[in-house]
C-alpha cells in the first residue's frame, strides 16, 4: 500500500520518549514485513507491550487447512461452494479448497459473530477477502473497517482482528498470500500514485477508523494461525486493542468491486485489464487477483465477446463467481461456484458461448466474478474441495456441444 497513513498520537520521531496519555511511556512496536525493509507500521501502545501473555499457549485441535487430494488427475474442478453448510464462526469454520506453495484460497460460512473476547491474527499469511454475502465491521488494532457485500478486505499478516456480523450468516471468499498483497506496481507512477489510466484508484479504499485505546486488564484470546494451518491460542493479559495511535503503511483496508473502473476496447480485452491486486514478484511468481465486473463489451462489428480458448502454461487459474450471468459459464456455475484449471490444460467456453455473445457487442455486462492467477505455482485441491466437487465438470463441454447444459 502506497498511501501512508496516520491515526491517533504518534511520536514525531520513532523511538523517542512519547506520552500518548498522561503519565503513561507509550510502547513503541513495529509491524513490518521483509525482515525490517518493507512497508511496515509504527503502533504506539497506551501502556503495555503486545506480549503479556497470561496462561502458557495452547496449540487446538482445530486446523485451518485441509491435506491436498493425492492422486488427483490433470483435471479442470468445479467446487460449489454454495453447498458448504453455515457454521460457526469466520475465523473457525474455514474451508481450504485449493492450496499451493504461496498462496491457498478457501471458504468460510459463518452463521455467528466472533466472541467479544476472541480474535484472530493469521501469523503466516497475508489475506484477501472478497464479501460474497453479509455486512458488519472488521475491527483490528488499526481501527474499524465497515464492510458489505462485494467487497475486498485486505489484511496484513500479523493483523489481531475480530468480524463483527450484523446479520448471522456470512459468506467470504478467503485468499490467503505467502507475500503482501498489494495494488499491480503497473498501474502506479514512480511516486507510488495510480497512474492517471490505472483501473484502481488509492483514494477510494476504506481506511481504518481510529479507535479509542483500551485500556482494559483480563483474557483476551488470540487464535494465531501458523505452520500451516495449526492454531495456537494466546492468552493476552489485556485487551489488543490498545494503540493511541499509529502510522505507515502497513494496515488493513477495505475496496469495493465496484471500484475496478473498468477498461474496454474496440476487441475483447484479456483478464490483465482487471486486474485489482497482486502478490510476490508478479509475473514471475506469486499471483495475481482480477475483477470481472460490469464493463462495455468489444464494439467492433465482428467482435466475439466471449472469451478465446487460452491455455496460459505459467498460470493455474481460480475463479469465484459471484453470479451467474458470464456468458462463458452459463447454465454450468452457480452463485459462489468455484472453477479451477490448472496450466497444464487448456480451458475455453461451454457450448455455443461465443456464438451467443454475439448479442452482448458493445452492450454493458453484469458479470461478477473473482479470478486469481498463479505465476509459476501449481495449485492442487484439497480433500475438503473434493466433497463439494461437481464430478461431471471434466466432461460437461461435450455435454454443452450436444446442447445438454445441466443435467
Ligand atoms: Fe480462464
Request: hydrophobic residues 35%; glycine residues 8%.
Amino acid at each position: 500500500m502506497s498511501l501512508i497513513i496516520k491515526r491517533g498520537d504518534v511520536p514525531k520521531t520513532p523511538h523517542t520518549e512519547f506520552y500518548g496519555r498522561k503519565f503513561f511511556l507509550s510502547l513503541e512496536e513495529i509491524h513490518g514485513t521483509y525482515g525490517f525493509s518493507g512497508a511496515f507500521s509504527r503502533k504506539m501502545h497506551l501502556r503495555r507491550y503486545p506480549t503479556v501473555q497470561m496462561e502458557m499457549p495452547k496449540l487446538l485441535s482445530l486446523s485451518l487447512t485441509s491435506p491436498i487430494l493425492q492422486k488427483a488427475p490433470l483435471s479442470p474442478y468445479h467446487i460449489l461452494t454454495g453447498k458448504i453448510p453455515y457454521q460457526g464462526t469466520i475465523e473457525r469454520s474455514r474451508h481450504c479448497l485449493l492450496k499451493g506453495p504461496s498462496a491457498a484460497i478457501s471458504v468460510s460460512k459463518p452463521d455467528r459473530t466472533t466472541g467479544e473476547n476472541e480474535f484472530f491474527r493469521n501469523a503466516e499469511m497475508h489475506e484477501c477477502l472478497f464479501v460474497q454475502e453479509g455486512n458488519g465491521v472488521l475491527a483490528s488494532e488499526y481501527g474499524d473497517i465497515e464492510f458489505k457485500e462485494k467487497q475486498y478486505l485486505v489484511i496484513p499478516k500479523g493483523t489481531t482482528y475480530q468480524f463483527r456480523l450484523s446479520k448471522r450468516r456470512a459468506f467470504f471468499l478467503i485468499i490467503e498470500s505467502l507475500y503482501p498483497i498489494r495494488f499491480a506496481p503497473h498501474y502506479l507512477n514512480g511516486e507510488g500514485q495510480a497512474t492517471l489510466m490505472s483501473p484502481v484508484i488509492e483514494t477510494e479504499i476504506g481506511m481504518p477508523v481510529f479507535k479509542e485505546p483500551r485500556d482494559i486488564s483480563g483474557k483476551f484470546n488470540i487464535l494465531s494461525k501458523h505452520n500451516g494451518g495449526r492454531v495456537t491460542k494466546i492468552v493476552l493479559g489485556h485487551h489488543p486493542f490498545d494503540l493511541v495511535g499509529w502510522e505507515g503503511a502497513l494496515y488493513p483496508f477495505s475496496f469495493d468491486s465496484s471500484d475496478h473502473h473498468s477498461i474496454a476496447r474496440e476487441i475483447h480485452t484479456a483478464p490483465p485489464v482487471r486486474q485489482t491486486f497482486q502478490a510476490g514478484n508478479a509475473p514471475h511468481s506469486g499471483f495475481s487477483i482480477c475483477t470481472f465486473r460490469a464493463q462495455v463489451e468489444g464494439w467492433n462489428i465482428k467482435d466475439v465477446p466471449a472469451p478465446y480458448a487460452h491455455y496460459n502454461v505459467d498460470s493455474d487459474e481460480m475463479m469465484f463467481f459471484s453470479n451467474t450471468t458470464y456468458g462463458a459459464r452459463k447454465g454450468i456455475v452457480e452463485p459462489g461456484s468455484i472453477t479451477f484449471h490448472p496450466a497444464g490444460l487448456p480451458h475455453s467456453p461451454h457450448g455455443d458461448a461465443a456464438k451467443e455473445s454475439f448479442k452482448s457487442r458493445g452492450k454493458l455486462s453484469d458479470y461478477l466474478a473473482v479470478m486469481l492467477d498463479t505465476f509459476f505455482e501449481s495449485l492442487l485441491p484439497t480433500e475438503k474441495a473434493q466433497k463439494f466437487c461437481d464430478p461431471r465438470y471434466p466432461l460437461s463441454w461435450a455435454k454443452a456441444e450436444l446442447g445438454v447444459v445441466k443435467e
